[in-house]
Nanobody
Framework: QVQLVESGGGLVQAGGSLRLSCAISGSTFSFDAFGWYRQAPGNQRDLVAI???????NYSDSVKGRFTISRDNAKNTVYLQMNSLKPEDTAVYYC??????????????WGQGTQVTVSS
């Protein structure tokens, strides 16, 4: 069974940095894409960054230029490096892994989330 476990969240001052990690219990080569999402209280869960199997990345406009998604296949881990953090980045961050099945279906796997709080 696939499990995703996030770590690295915490409290940081505005302008600071954090690196989130997502440890995956399975080879990262099994997945078609990895993503980081976030959800602030009262808001929906929004996509922050995505990394496709091809290596293509996409970021939400709000984090472009500040956040970087990457993977380490040897460690089966996906990262989100967050720089120049702002109070509006405060949220629970979730790791996601996607498999697109040849039959046409897809399966999303989620971690339990890690809290990031940015103080002003």
């Amino acid at each position: 069974q696939v499990q995703l476990v996030e770590s690295g969240g915490g409290l940081v001052q505005a302008g600071g940095s954090l690196r989130l990690s997502c440890a995956i219990s399975g080879s990262t080569f099994s997945f078609d894409a990895f993503g980081w999402y976030r959800q602030a209280p009262g808001n929906q869960r929004d996509l922050v960054a995505i990394l496709a199997r091809t290596g293509t990345t996409n970021y939400s406009d709000s984090v472009k230029g500040r956040f970087t998604i990457s993977r380490d296949n040897a460690k089966n881990t996906v990262y989100l490096q967050m720089n120049s953090l702002k109070p509006e980045d405060t949220a629970v961050y979730y790791c996601n892994a996607l498999i697109n099945w040849r039959t046409g279906g897809k399966t999303n796997y989620w971690g339990q989330g890690t809290q990031v709080t940015v103080s002003s």
